[in-house]
Structure formats: C-alpha cells, structure tokens
C-alpha cells in the first residue's frame, strides 16, 4: 500500500508538470488557468473549478470566482513558490541551495541575515543574486525564441513528421540521451524489431537502450489508461507478444511505463 501511494504521488507529480507546460507562464505563475470560452478558472493543482458568476464562500464572507480561485490555492495549495520548487532538479534547474535561498530573499531577508544563517559572506550572497538574475534573463530569451519556433512549425502546412521528438512519458524514472527519439527513428525500429502490429509480435528484445525504450513504449500502448490489472493478467497480454513476457514486465515497470504495488497485485500503466 506504501509504494502503491508513492507512485500515486508521482504520477499527480508527472501530471501537473505535463499540465504546467501546456499553459502560458502567467498561468503557472498564478496557479490556475482561466478557459474564455466557458469561462472557469481552474486549479492546477487540484482541478477545483470556479465558475464566473458563482458565488464562493469563505470564512463566512462570499467571494465571486476570480477571488475564490486565489483564496482556494492559498489555503489549500500555498503558494505557488512551494508548489514549484517541490518538484525535482531535472524540471526547476535549481539545487536544494539554491532553494533554500531563493526562501529567503522572498521573505525578505538581507544580504547579511542570509549570510549568517549560510555561514558565507554578504558579497557571495549577492553574486548568487545577481546569477539568479542572469538566469532569468536568459530562460526568458529562450522561452521567447522557442515559443517563435514552435508556432512557426504549428502553424505549417506541411510538417517534417518524422523529424518531431516523440514525447518523454511521465513515468521515466531519468531522462537522458536515450530518450532522444525521432518519429523516424522510432518508426524504424518498430518496423525492424516487431514481426506484426496487428496482433503485436515482437521478434528480438534488444539491448540498446534507444530501442528498448521503443519497443517498451510500443508494448504499453497495449494497456488501457486508468485501469487495473492483476499480474495474471498483464503476463498473458506480454505473452501473446513476446515469449520472455517476465522481462518484458520487469523492464516496464523499470523504465516506469507501468507501476504496481508492492505485493505485485496490481499493475497500471503510467499515462
């Protein structure tokens, strides 16, 4: 049952990441989306809805929905510095020092209080200011020259198909140079390690890591979302398309396309 809420945790972890870099950056900045069209506000980190024209209460005073989302995320979420810097190096960039300063100047502290408290001197304490702003600087260029990219791409006629990266899924357990996969490349590799599709068959489990990731992403599409399965049931649908369906399982569960629970009655696969 522990690990059984472990992966539960990750998975709303994964999720909200996903939900955070679909939306613009004031968005992720506030905490909440705001869709024009029906016109509700909802919380990224829960999915509460907040209905314009609804009235909300709280602490006995009512509130229209514009100020009941904010009210919502504060008492129940934070704010939403907490919310972001709880999520992992490999998303934020940012160290557990890093953190634990970038805390303290919101709070207000000097130069010379954090230097105190983090045993350096005031002058170090402002070179780590004034990094941070450079960083800023730069994520923010960035996000401008790519934001201009991508909807160049979005908006051609005629996409290069086949030189798209196929998407990370959330469950990875470390992302690196093996997931760096084209739609070519991974077409390829489908074409050249699975006898058959339709029923999927699989000829060789290759150990190169490019294509194991492949075949492993191929394989899991055989699962439905949000639902669960009992092991007997995962090894006979791994069986009908590799003999050696325990490393097939092992390997899933590994590269985190599946999880399960610790005594391996349940299996589900990572969306």
Known sequence: MFIKTINDFWKGVYDMIDKLLRISLDEVKTGYAYNPYNKIFTCLACDKEFEMGEMFTFNGR?????KAILLHIEKEHGNMLNILTSFDKKYTGITENQKELLFMIYNGLSDKDIAKKT??????????????REKAKQAKL??????IVEKAVSERKTKVLEDE?????????MVDDRYFISKS??????????ESLQPL?????????????VILRKIAEQFEKDRKYSEKE???????IYEDYATIRRY????????????CKEYWLNE
């Open 201 to 213: 068959k699989l000829k060789v489990f290759s150990p190169k890591e490019k294509k194991k990731i």
């Open 119 to 132: 045993g350096v001197t005031a002058a170090t304490i402002r070179h780590q200011r004034f990094a941070f």
């Open 142 to 147: 960035y996000l401008a020259i790519f934001d």
């Open 185 to 194: 490349e991974e077409d390829k590799i489908v074409v050249s390690l699975f």
């Open 62 to 66: 009512f509130y229209d929905a514009s």
């Open 165 to 173: 990266l196929v998407n990370v899924h959330s469950g990875a357990k």
């Open 234 to 240: 995962v090894n006979a649908i791994l069986k009908a």
């Open 252 to 263: 899933l569960i590994e590269y985190g396309f599946m999880g399960r629970t610790n005594d």
